[in-house]
């Protein structure tokens, strides 16, 4: 059989991909692979699977306000890449600090003194304790039995601990930690701090108790101990805006605001969680242990692009403009059930597919509140080709990503801007 050239091969497919992507991958095609007719098969099976992993858009149909894989908060960027002034001070024409509009709207947002913005929240994390052992002479960490967590990704907090050089002191039990378990571990271990993790991503019930960071203040204040709160989610809109639009479901989450309010020294939270921006983490708190961390060599390697600074900015003001509903996050939880439905009716009137409409919930996701359901009407499309259907979902110019429950296809429109209903709605013609 003729022999085939790299850039035959290269030619026989085209694609938007970068000329030379597609050079390299056809040189190891024809390595591995001598047959035409399998040379050719086998270089759009490589190239579509190198496409399917770019970073493109999708629509968010699963339901999931938060959802980890597809980026957690949803948008709207406003940053374009141009020049900025992010290290530059347009008063004394000369070179500046970093983020002090947006430190001093944050500061004001959370009532703190000091705060400092980090890539992620485990970052926030391991900055803060590097910072505290470095500075105030900390050599233990004590923390809840029911609060050592691990999230996705491989994080896992003793590990974290480890990492900083401190010592993990545990305390209490899984279901029941006391103050009289912190004040012991204190009072054998009189340089620690007090760390106190939010439980995100599960939930205990039943014979339960913790401890409050207002008693905790009490008693660090006592033994002249720090107290820190990862506080993971990073809840801030005001409770007015969650009585004015019916929103229940965050009675039982703690504000970052009351935190603070409450004695927590430092706290920290993520930026595309419940805050509902991009990613990064927040460190929050007392001005003296924020310069601290400012100051140290690792601050750098941790510091947030002016890309994620700048929307940091804008969430920021629009909660300080008490335009909370302009943030996407919040806008797709005021949504009400009835307003939904209008969605989903227009939908289904659009379609001929066979499909019906039910009553569902959507989640919050990326590892806040798991057990909080939210009452949603659904598409759903009952089928033994689920496979198929995701198929040609995933290789739309803007993929669909809906969810999926047995031989169920469901599209929750909870998770997606309306403005994508009409791609949702072309999507649904076609399969």
Avoid at 37 to 59: C, F, H, P
Avoid at 201 to 207: A, D, L, R, V
Avoid at 328 to 353: C, G, M, Q
Wanted: net charge negative; hydrophobic share 40%.
């Amino acid at each position: 059989m003729e022999n085939i050239s790299v850039n035959a091969l290269v030619d026989s497919y085209q694609i938007h991909l970068p000329r030379e992507v597609c050079l390299n991958v056809a040189k190891n095609i024809l390595l591995e692979f001598s047959d035409k007719e399998n040379i050719l098969e086998e270089y759009k099976v490589a190239i579509d699977n190198l496409m399917a992993n770019e970073q493109i858009k999708v629509i968010n149909c699963t339901g999931t306000l938060l959802h980890t894989n597809l980026g957690r908060a949803q948008t709207n960027m406003s940053f374009q890449g141009h020049a900025s002034n992010i290290e530059f001070d347009l008063v004394k024409q000369s070179r500046g600090k970093r983020n002090l509009y947006l430190s001093y709207s944050m500061n004001l947002l959370l009532g703190t003194e000091g705060v400092c913005f980090v890539n992620n929240n485990a970052s926030s994390l391991f900055l803060t304790l590097h910072s505290l052992k470095k500075n105030n002479e900390v050599d233990s960490v004590i923390i809840s039995r029911g609060e050592i967590v691990e999230i996705g990704g491989s994080y896992r907090l003793p590990e974290i601990i480890a990492e900083t050089g401190l010592k993990l002191i545990e305390v209490g039990t899984t279901n029941k930690t006391h103050i009289k378990d912190y004040a012991s571990a204190l009072k054998q271990n009189p340089q620690s701090l007090v760390l106190k993790v939010h439980r995100s991503n599960f939930t205990i019930s039943g014979f339960v108790e913790e401890v409050s960071i207002k008693d905790l203040k009490a008693l660090t204040k006592e033994h002249e101990a720090l107290l820190v709160h990862d506080i993971g989610s990073g809840l801030v809109v005001e409770k007015k805006f969650l009585e004015k639009n019916n929103i229940g479901y965050f009675a039982n989450e703690q504000h970052v605001q009351d935190s603070i309010a409450d004695g927590a020294d430092l706290v920290m939270f993520s930026g595309d969680k419940l805050f509902g921006s991009i990613q990064a983490g927040i460190i929050a708190g007392k001005e003296s242990l924020i310069r601290d961390m400012k100051d140290s060599p690792l601050f750098r390697t941790y510091r947030c692009s002016p890309v994620v600074s700048y929307e940091l900015q804008k969430t920021t003001e629009l909660y300080l403009s008490k335009k909370e509903d302009s943030i996407p996050l919040w806008h797709f939880l005021k949504l009400s059930y009835e307003e939904l439905l209008k969605r989903v009716n227009t939908l289904s009137d659009a379609i001929s597919l066979e499909h019906s409409i039910e009553e569902s919930y959507s989640l919050i996701g990326g590892g806040s509140m798991p057990d909080v359901r939210i009452p949603s009407p659904v598409i759903t499309i009952q089928t033994s080709l689920v496979k198929n259907i995701l198929s040609k979902l995933s290789t739309l110019s803007i993929p669909i990503i809906p969810r999926v429950k047995g031989e169920k296809v469901i599209f929750d429109l909870r998770s997606s801007f309306e403005a994508d209903d009409v791609l949702i709605a072309d999507a649904l013609k076609n399969l």
